[in-house]
């Protein structure tokens, strides 16, 4: 699976950003999905899991309640909504593809579960 994240900027405090995951190969609704960020300075770090059906999510508590993971298997893929963004929200957002077909992981996620990632798309939240 190859994986095309878009949609970052710069958005204000306080605002929105929906991230989308173009994936290319039909089996795209065979694996789960993750997203990663990685602020400067710091460690990629997961920010929530779908599983391939998108019939269960999973977020870290940093994003939780403000951050919904959905997918769109028709159209192979995934997107990431980020609401009452804050400037802790910047970083490098990251999509990947679970390791292998069928198989979702949500706490305790890994970067070794997922074997594709995308190329990155920059979030930076300022005023």
């Known amino acids: 699976v190859q994986l095309q994240a878009s949609g970052g900027g710069l958005v204000q405090p306080g605002g929105s950003l929906r991230l989308s995951c173009a994936a290319s190969g039909r089996n795209f609704g065979k694996y789960s999905m993750g997203w990663f960020r990685q602020a400067p300075g710091a460690e990629r770090e997961l920010v929530g899991t779908i599983k391939w059906d998108g019939g269960r999510t999973y977020f870290e508590d940093s994003v939780k309640g403000r951050f919904t993971i959905s997918r769109d298997n028709a159209k192979n893929t995934v997107y990431l909504q980020m609401n009452s963004l804050n400037p802790e929200d910047t970083a490098v957002y990251y999509c990947?593809?679970?390791?292998?077909?069928?198989?979702?992981?949500?706490?305790?996620?890994?970067?070794?579960?997922?074997?594709?990632w995308g190329q990155g798309t920059q979030v930076t939240v300022s005023s």
């Open positions: 990947a593809a679970s390791k292998a077909q069928y198989y979702f992981t949500g706490t305790g996620s890994t970067e070794s579960d997922f074997g594709s």
